[in-house]
């Protein structure tokens, strides 16, 4: 485990998928979930190449079916310390004999973490170095501690987004598809999600593609104290918390791709919000969580 400390905020990252186990901002608030094996595992894990389910468990590349994970390989993976600065940690996996099973790429993923002066920032680096487009999607899955405050309730919370929206969200179907869409209710100001345990036990997941938004602010309803996540770059957003467990966080992942579609062709250059990486180029993305 990597251990940064910066100006009173603490963070600790696994190598283990490059995945933040913790942060406690300087105000002493745990913001990241916990990561409990009874309800949910995972902290804030990196999505990479695939998310989610894929049609029928595989996908294919260059006529070839690859049986790439739920959510993809990296969480699964060690990476390696490339960079340790005072504020910062890069961590890189590249392709080796397991990721060549699965996808047939040459690559390098870096991942690097950051403090700011009010939070986080994480962000996504993957080079091509294969002598052929290379097809991926990526993203985060983080999952932020809700209710924040002692006395406090997850259903005092709010989603609201930076700028009025349609509320359209794809279904989650039970085979893990993303199917036709429905709107959610985001109130008379077309901006702000009400959280409620109820709605996450039937749907599952919210999944936002085409929003006009590239920040959203998960905030007490009286107070608007809270965190803003936001995503430049990023074309989907998803909003989940495991159904039937009313546990007390909210995962707020910043796609670049979506999980299988129903009626996709399988194969991965077709995926809706992918990227089409070019010999030896690079892409970059990733998200920032700031305190409010």
């Known amino acids: 485990?990597?251990?940064?400390?910066?100006e009173g905020a603490r963070m600790e990252i696994a190598e283990l998928g490059a995945e933040i186990r913790a942060f406690r901002s300087a105000d002493g608030v745990e913001r990241i979930w916990c990561g409990d094996e009874s309800i949910w595992k995972g902290t804030a894990p990196v999505l990479f190449p695939a998310i989610g389910f894929l049609k029928d468990g595989v996908v294919t590349i260059d006529g070839r079916?690859?049986?790439i994970p739920k959510h993809g390989f990296a969480k699964y993976m060690v990476f390696q310390v490339t960079e340790l600065g005072d504020?910062?940690?890069?961590?890189?996996?590249?392709?080796?004999?397991e990721t060549k099973k699965v996808y047939p790429f040459d690559f390098a993923l870096s991942v690097t973490h950051r403090f700011l002066p009010n939070g986080f920032e994480t962000r996504f680096t993957v080079e091509n170095h294969?002598?052929?487009?290379?097809?991926?999607?990526?993203?985060?899955h983080p999952g932020f501690t809700c209710p924040m405050a002692e006395g406090e309730r997850?259903?005092?919370?709010?989603?609201?987004?930076?700028?009025?929206?349609?509320?359209?969200?794809?279904?989650?179907?039970?085979?893990?598809?993303?199917?036709?869409?429905?709107?959610?209710?985001?109130g008379e100001d077309r901006r702000t999600?009400?959280?409620?345990?109820?709605?996450?036990?039937?749907?599952?997941?919210?999944?936002f593609a085409g929003l006009n938004s590239r920040s959203v602010e998960l905030i007490h309803k009286d107070t608007g104290k809270g965190i803003r996540v936001s995503f430049p770059g990023m074309e989907v957003l998803a909003v989940w918390t495991m159904p039937h467990k009313q546990a007390p966080y909210l995962c707020i992942e910043p796609?670049?791709?979506?999980?299988?579609?129903?009626?996709?062709?399988?194969?991965?250059?077709?995926k809706p919000y992918h990227v089409a990486l070019g010999v030896g180029q690079t892409y970059s993305c990733g998200y920032r969580m700031e305190i409010i």
Request: hydrophobic residues 35%.
């Open 255 to 270: 796609w670049q791709g979506l999980p299988a579609c129903v009626g996709e062709t399988g194969r991965f250059e077709d």
């Open 193 to 207: 999600l009400k959280l409620r345990y109820e709605d996450f036990d039937r749907l599952d997941t919210y999944v």
């Open 130 to 140: 294969t002598g052929r487009s290379m097809p991926f999607v990526i993203g985060g």
């Open 87 to 97: 504020d910062y940690v890069t961590l890189t996996l590249s392709e080796n004999e």
């Open 154 to 186: 997850f259903t005092d919370y709010v989603l609201r987004f930076q700028k009025e929206e349609s509320g359209k969200h794809l279904l989650n179907t039970p085979e893990h598809y993303m199917a036709e869409e429905l709107v959610a209710d985001l």
């Open 65 to 67: 079916e690859c049986a």
């Open 1 to 6: 485990m990597i251990v940064l400390e910066h």
